[in-house]
């Protein structure tokens, strides 16, 4: 259990946080999902509701930059007779209140309040068997006597399109179209705009409950009464709404029930924000559909049945791989929030969030990072995405940037030097988990320069060697790879401007991406791709062996006017994390200058909560602007992190690569910095915290879509527990801190259940020394396919020395 000082506490049995208090100084935000319909909500209450894309389908608002912030969100209000309001989720009312708890958990979230001895629980969750978020609200009453209510579930509504609807809303909201259908006891909204991206997916949105509303009001200006907002809506102090349709205006959902409760009852009504598509082609039919997708939520019992459903999917989800270790906080990293947040940024990209503001779409490197961490969990999901990023590649090989796949928008291709190199590793994930090649067959067409048709259809494999070939048409004067427009780093571009500079990260993912093709095209007895691609990173390891090396660290890169980028010659930015750490993953560097190295790293760039990105800082107007102290420009990245762990970890010094994973845990820094610095949620990476040159030291920027969750989450199961899959099957080669005498891995691999125990008798950080599955001793540290096909579940034990 956690601090007490703190205002939230993890219950890792039940996988939930619960906060004690609700201005936190951000939302700490929970994703709710089906796969079809998403929402975020808040600890507080806040949040918004988006169907399939956030950027063209959004169902509910929410205001990016505003103060107060995280509103609007999904509110209920109970009015007692004595006109006192309140909230379960305390916002937006923030009446004061007898008892008050939230919580986040797989998919869910709760709000549990008591006022004047009435107790209101709200449970937030998205059906599977319909696009439906289900605000589930219990009330009992905790005293003798009869008690009367009267409850109003309020949600504001939106325009769809978001940029549209900033930008022009104050027209296209004549285009709204609200009312209450009283045969459905349910508002249906309809937003008619000829706008719509996809008008065929134009959905009919729908708020309903299971009991027959008392009133209800379509109108948010309305709801609010002149110069008030959600936090007191007049209609709602009045006690009753004022059944106001509305075409063309500012739309909202609001239904109002009253509510008679004997002393000590209990009573349960379920509202269903949701939608239906077609409401442009076909209304009719939508309407049909809505009236049977209501009728089945509102059969006794179907709640729960959605409710447990949303559980399996968890459960599954999550049994992949569980482990019992001796540190309690990365244990429920590794167990519950590092996978939730994978799926989250596998959803989402880095497109959503309490702050991203969601029109930033896929972005293609960023996606194919993401998928690494469903590769081991969902292989088929990885492999859809994988085959949507190589339909979005050129036939040069190169790939573009960005893409909208819901959005109906182009793609954005200014060409990065490593966009495509991601996919390899994806594939090579997929590959290394189910071991089924035929992935490389599926037929996929490049994207015509016009961004738009689909060309010439030709295997993934084909797809992947294309990539390899654009990387080595742009080498510079070094032989290394040109930075293009920027590699990894987006902001290495200024320099590489004149069309000169060269990346040695982008060298080091050339040589990995080679090496995992190799491995694979030897298992497709292809020994002429085998051939090709060895001599390609011999020709590329030579070339980093002439111009890597500074003296104690490798550099970066060269600029365009051949200057070396991290070096110790520069006055700024001297030595540069990722080259270190990508060079032992690569393992393309000489052992004692990798060792080197990642000393230096320790030295130079260990805040004691994250490794920094470069050092030192540059003034802001040499770094493409960013100030001192962020992202890129001296600040911790958290991604980077991943990297620097996998690293020390191959390097076997466990120890280290378990001091790095540790200090970065979110409830770790809140720990150390307090929940005021830190800002983020304790149970989400944040894409990067501020570094010891800025005033705000630690606080967390842009929490939970980051690629640090899925590199993470790689380089916790499968560097440092050390169970990884590999093209030639299940490598085990943990990295532990020397005091841990053993730990338990279950992990589900290739349809066998494996109960994995490491024993660590010797206390040291690296080495197998032995290994044995059902009592018989195996030889080396791998299991393959032939040695659990007959078997659903094998015990193996690994003794470390
Ligand atoms: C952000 C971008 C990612 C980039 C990284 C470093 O996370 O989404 O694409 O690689 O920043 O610049």
């Known amino acids: 259990m956690t601090n007490k000082a703190l205002p939230y506490a993890f219950d890792d049995q039940s996988r939930k946080i619960t906060f004690s208090r609700h201005d936190f100084p951000q939302p700490w935000i929970n994703y709710l999902s089906n796969g079809s319909l998403h929402a975020f909500v808040s600890q507080a209450g806040g949040g918004m509701c988006w169907y399939r894309t956030p950027m063209n389908g959004r169902i509910t608002r929410y205001r990016f930059y505003n103060q107060p912030i995280d509103s609007p969100g999904f509110y209920i209000y109970i009015r007692m007779t004595d006109g006192t309001v309140w909230s379960p989720t305390f916002r937006p009312c923030e009446t004061a209140l007898d008892q008050w708890e939230a919580a986040h958990s797989t998919g869910y979230s709760t709000f549990t309040a008591e006022k004047n001895g009435l107790r209101a629980t709200l449970k937030l969750f998205m059906a599977s068997d319909s696009d439906t978020l289900i605000w589930d609200l219990t009330l009992t009453n905790l005293q003798g006597e009869p008690v009367e209510c009267d409850v109003f579930a309020y949600t504001e509504l939106s325009q769809l399109a978001f940029t549209n609807e900033v930008n022009l809303g104050y027209y296209l909201k004549w285009n709204v179209n609200c009312q209450y259908n009283a045969d459905m006891n349910a508002v249906l909204y309809l937003y008619t705009s000829w706008m719509q991206v996809d008008v065929k997916r ?16 379509c109108n948010r200006d309305a709801f609010c009464g002149n110069y008030r907002d959600e936090r007191n809506p007049v209609q709602v102090e009045n006690g009753r709404l004022s059944n106001t349709n509305l075409f063309g205006g500012e739309p909202c959902a609001a239904l109002h029930h009253h509510v008679a409760l004997d002393g000590n009852a209990e009573k349960q009504i379920s509202f269903f924000l ?13 309407l049909k559909q809505t009236l049977e997708t209501l009728c089945a939520l509102k059969v006794p019992g179907a709640v729960a049945t959605q409710f447990q459903k949303n559980r399996t999917w968890w459960d599954e989800q999550l049994g992949v791989y569980q482990c019992e270790i001796p540190d309690e906080s990365a244990m429920r990293q590794i167990n519950t929030w590092n ?3 994978s799926v989250v940024t596998a959803r989402f990209s880095r497109s959503i969030s309490s702050s991203a503001s969601g029109i930033r779409g896929v972005g293609f490197r960023d996606s194919a990072q993401d998928m690494l961490a469903q590769a081991y969990r969902k292989p088929e999901w990885a492999k859809e995405m994988l085959y949507y990023l190589a339909s979005q590649q050129l036939e040069d090989g190169h790939a573009v940037h960005t893409c909208w796949p819901e959005d109906g928008r182009p793609p954005q291709d200014i060409t990065r030097s490593d966009d495509h190199i991601w996919m390899v590793y994806l594939a090579y994930a997929i590959i290394a988990e189910n071991g089924d090649l035929s992935v490389l067959d599926g037929e996929i067409p490049f994207l015509d320069q016009d961004y738009k048709t689909p060309v010439h259809p030709a295997s993934l494999w084909e797809h992947l060697l294309r990539g390899v070939q654009f990387t080595e048409n742009n080498l510079g004067e070094h032989g290394l790879p040109l930075i293009l427009f920027s590699d990894w780093n987006d902001h290495m571009g200024p320099f590489g401007r004149k069309g000169k500079g060269e990346t040695i990260f982008v060298s080091q993912q050339h040589i990995l991406a080679l090496k995992q093709l190799a491995e694979i095209a030897e298992l497709r007895g292809d020994q002429e791709n085998v051939e090709y691609c060895q001599k390609l990173m011999e020709k590329q390891i030579n070339a980093l062996k002439q111009y890597s090396w500074d003296g104690d660290w490798y550099l970066r890169g060269w600029d365009d006017d051949a200057k070396p980028i991290g070096s110790h010659v520069n006055d700024y930015a001297q030595i540069w994390v990722n080259t270190q750490s990508w060079m032992v993953m690569a393992g393309c560097g000489e052992v004692e200058k990798d060792y080197r190295a990642m000393d230096s790293v320790k030295e130079r760039m260990d805040t004691g909560m994250g490794l920094l990105i470069n050092v030192p800082s540059l003034p802001a107007d040499k770094a493409n602007n960013l100030p001192a102290g962020y992202s890129e420009n001296g600040g911790i990245f958290c991604q980077a992190n991943c990297w620097a762990i996998i690293a020390e970890g191959l390097l076997g010094r466990g120890d280290r690569a378990w001091q790095y994973y540790k ?34 030291f630690g606080q967390a920027c842009v929490s939970q879509v980051t690629g640090t969750a899925a590199w993470m989450d790689v380089a916790a199961t499968q560097y440092l527990l050390g169970i990884r899959p590999t093209a030639k099957g299940l490598v085990i080669d943990p990295s532990i801190p020397s005091d841990w005498k053993g730990y338990t891995v279950t992990r589900k691999y290739r349809g066998c259940t494996l109960h994995i125990r490491v024993e660590n008798p010797d206390g040291v ?3 197998v020394k032995k290994m044995m599955m059902d009592q018989r001793e195996i030889p080396g540290n791998l299991i393959t396919s032939d040695m659990i096909s007959a078997k659903e579940s094998a015990e193996i034990q690994v003794i470390l020395g």
């Open 202 to 217: 134009a959905p009919v949105v729908y708020f309903s409950a299971t009991e027959k509303a008392d009133s209800f009001c």
């Open 663 to 696: 200090q970065l845990i979110p409830h770790e820094v809140i720990q150390r910095i307090g929940i005021d610095a830190y800002k983020g949620e304790a149970y989400a990476y944040s894409s990067t915290m501020l570094g010891p040159d800025n005033e705000q």
């Open 765 to 767: 950080q690296h080495g």
């Open 274 to 286: 949701g939608v239906t598509p077609g409401a442009l082609t076909d209304y009719e039919a939508a």
């Open 339 to 341: 996978p939730m947040q």
